[in-house]
Antibody, heavy 122, light 107 residues
Framework: EVQLVQSGAEVKKPGESLKISCKGS????????IGWVRQMPGKGLEWMGI????????KYSPSFQGQVTISADKFNNIAYLQWSSLKASDSAMYYC???????????????WGQGTLVTVSS | DIQMTQSPSSLSASVGDSVTITCRAS??????LNWYQQKPGNAPELLIY???SLQSGVPSRFSGSGSGTDFTLTISSLQPEDFATYYC?????????FGQGTKVEIK
């Protein structure tokens, strides 16, 4: 069974750094892209970026480029999302998700983590 | 970025009703369109990919159609467990943007 298990909720102060994680199991982690999706309180889903753990190839949404860093440890089957200096506006639920495909052209997120709630408040 | 616009933003319906949600892309995306369902407090789940292909395990009362810029998600006979928020997502090009969501509520 494919599973993505995310790290627990975080409460941070503005200016602090943070790294949250997403551990995959039940499939060959290195061979599937992992994406990160933000959901601000009461709002919709925002595609942040994606990483291929096999070679750490990473793509960011222009909205998040420079604001976060996505990385992966293929040996331990973990993907990460990190901030160097948090802002109150980073408060949100963050989901990781596995990107799968149909017939080598149609991509979708077929398995999702349970979400990590990040709260940034002074 | 490709913009995805859903309508309506919310709707009220009764168990047994048929409901249709529309998603429009800001440029043509062929059939590179996914639909997700999100229940309160849960992660989204994939319902449909490639505009009309049902993900394994998803009930057949869900169906998708469309191509180009206009797409629809139809739930043929609404069940209590279908009250949720639905999102479309274009999968043609990065960033693979989502619509703003349609909340289906109980009338």
């Amino acid at each position: 069974e494919v599973q993505l298990v995310q790290s627990g909720a975080e409460v941070k102060k503005p200016g602090e750094s943070l790294k949250i994680s997403c551990k995959g199991s039940g499939y060959r982690f290195s061979n599937y892209w992992i994406g990160w999706v933000r959901q601000m309180p009461g709002k919709g889903l925002e595609w942040m970026g994606i990483i291929y753990p096999g070679d750490s190839d990473t793509k960011y949404s222009p909205s998040f480029q420079g604001q976060v860093t996505i990385s992966a440890d293929k040996f331990n089957n973990i993907a990460y999302l990190q901030w160097s200096s948090l802002k109150a506006s980073d408060s949100a639920m963050y989901y990781c998700a596995r990107k799968n495909y149909y017939s080598s052209g149609w991509y979708f997120f077929d398995s999702w983590g349970q979400g990590t709630l990040v709260t940034v408040s002074s | 970025d490709i913009q995805m616009t859903q309508s309506p933003s919310s709707l009220s319906a009764s168990v047994g009703d048929s409901v249709t949600i529309t998603c429009r892309a800001s440029q043509t995306i062929s059939n590179y369109l996914n639909w997700y369902q999100q229940k309160p407090g849960n992660a989204p789940e994939l319902l449909i990919y490639a505009a009309s292909s049902l993900q394994s395990g998803v009930p057949s009362r869900f169906s998708g159609s469309g191509s180009g810029t206009d797409f629809t998600l139809t739930i043929s006979s609404l069940q209590p467990e279908d009250f949720a928020t639905y999102y479309c997502q274009q999968s043609l090009s990065a960033p693979r943007t989502f619509g703003q969501g349609t909340k289906v509520e109980i009338k």
